[in-house]
């Protein structure tokens, strides 16, 4: 049975990480966003050491830059920071090749700015928790490593044609992949 054709998003289908600037754009104030980055890329460097989870530090982001922030105010951001973000050669040149039908984003980005960019294809991303004031408290899902795969063998997908990475932190999706490109500086790689 033939599979679909997934993509994941940051630096596969974006020149650069996109999370950071999300946070930049939700931020009220800049002086506040400067003064609370130093922490992220401390827990940014526990992570890369392998200290902390990635999952610990999608919170410590959100508990630095979108605790407290309204869902209203996160939809409006999302909107305007995607129609700024800067999609690549892969994107020009492997994804719109394939109808929406055809093609699956999966990505540790937050929906609240994938969605807007890709109105009629299926997305699944990161997703952030609300409390009864809609207001964000948390992260409801970090869609990440091994929850790519699990999302994928709920809905029944248990092969993907082929596979757009730029990480190999993507090995669950990797493992049910036939056809596996590694992204790196806007090029393709196929994995043997």
């Known amino acids: 049975m033939k599979g679909p054709v997934v993509f994941d998003f940051d630096k596969t289908l974006t020149e650069k990480d996109t999370l ?4 930049y754009e939700v931020s ?3 002086l506040r966003y400067y003064t609370k980055l130093p ?3 401390i827990a940014a460097v526990l992570y890369k050491v392998g200290i902390i989870s990635n999952d610990l530090l999608k919170k410590v982001g959100v508990w630095l830059f ?3 922030i309204s869902r209203d105010k996160i939809d409006k951001a999302g909107h305007n920071y995607s129609s700024r973000i800067k999609l690549n050669d892969i994107y020009r040149n492997e994804f719109l ?3 929406p039908k055809e093609v699956l984003i999966i990505s540790a980005s937050f929906e609240d700015y994938l969605k807007p960019i ?3 294809y299926t997305v699944v991303g990161s997703k952030l928790r609300y409390n009864s004031e809609s207001k964000v408290n948390g992260v409801l899902t ?3 490593g091994e929850r790519k795969k699990e999302w994928l063998l709920n809905k029944k997908i248990d092969h993907v044609e082929e596979f757009y990475t730029d990480s190999l ?3 669950p999706v990797i493992d049910l992949s036939g056809k596996v490109f590694l992204v790196k500086d806007n090029e393709k790689r196929q994995m043997s």
Do not use: H, P
Request: hydrophobic fraction near 35%; charge should be neutral.
């Open 97 to 99: 090749n394939y109808t």
């Open 142 to 144: 970090n869609m990440y």
């Open 66 to 68: 979108l605790n407290g």
């Open 118 to 120: 890709f109105t009629n």
């Open 28 to 30: 009220n104030s800049k």
């Open 39 to 41: 922490f992220l890329w």
């Open 20 to 23: 950071v600037g999300f946070y």
């Open 169 to 171: 932190a993507d090995q």
